[in-house]
């Protein structure tokens, strides 16, 4: 029996995914939500979900593992790296050079490599995680060395307003980023993927080059906490 908040969840992947232009990627994101709503996404045609947080995100990957792709869209400890590498198919934010580095040596004991984006603190706040728009480069040039990462693009969250419109400045100006980096044309870095927007801004997003949009509340409703 399909219970009604499967056909609901169905119902906005659906929705969400026909409105879409083709080259854009549908990540799920899914902290605080259960194994059963995250299934029904999937099975409604979700291949990528996002997850913020290792503990939660280790449940629902060792159930789900090969049916969708897992990124890790949620700040990342070092100390979590290891988990983080045996789980996710791919690291959106990678924000730091410690960080980078400890994810290479994971991976190289793994025998893995690791696809990786940048995460751009694209509204420069100092409570929030990310690079700094213009230390992007100088990371991404230390990155170069790491045989076991491949830099495959920028992620930003941006500052989060009531009228998406006051976010397309920080989308831009990690476009900017994107597209320098994408000319540097540096060893195992290949600029493929901008990952911007989520429920309230994915729309403005992909007018600024967002090629993979992250939306969780728009395909789950409102989370818990959040009435
Ligand atoms: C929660 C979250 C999203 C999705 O936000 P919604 O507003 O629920 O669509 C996207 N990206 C990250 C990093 C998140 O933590």
Not at 99 to 122: F, G, H, Q, W, Y
Request: aromatic residues 6%; contains cysteine; neutral net charge.
């Amino acid at each position: 029996m399909v219970e009604e908040f499967e056909k609901k969840i169905a119902e906005s992947v659906h929705r969400i995914m026909e409105s879409l232009p083709p080259e854009v990627t549908l990540v799920a994101a899914v902290k605080g939500r259960s194994v059963a709503e995250v299934r029904a996404a999937i099975e409604a045609g979700v291949t990528h979900v996002g997850h913020n947080y290792i503990q939660e995100a280790e449940l629902m990957v060792d159930l789900m593992r090969d049916s969708a792709k897992w990124h890790m869209i949620g700040h990342l400890q070092r100390n979590k790296a290891k988990k983080a590498v045996r789980l996710f198919d791919k690291v959106e934010t990678v924000d730091s050079w410690h960080l980078a580095r400890e994810l290479d040596k994971r991976c190289a004991r793994m025998a893995k490599t690791m696809p990786v984006l940048i995460e751009v603190n694209s509204g420069r706040e100092a409570s929030k995680t990310g690079v700094m728009p213009e230390d992007v480069e100088g990371l991404v040039w230390h990155m170069r060395e790491l045989e076991h990462l491949r830099v495959q693009g920028l992620m930003t969250m941006g500052p989060r307003f009531g009228d998406p419109e006051h976010a397309r400045p920080f989308f831009q100006e990690t476009r900017k980023a994107f597209d320098r980096l994408a000319r540097m044309d540096l060893p195992h870095v290949s600029m493929h993927y901008l990952s911007m927007g989520m429920t309230n801004s994915y729309r403005v997003a992909i007018e600024e080059g967002a090629n993979v949009v992250r939306i969780g509340t728009k395909i789950f409703g409102q989370r818990g906490s959040e009435g």
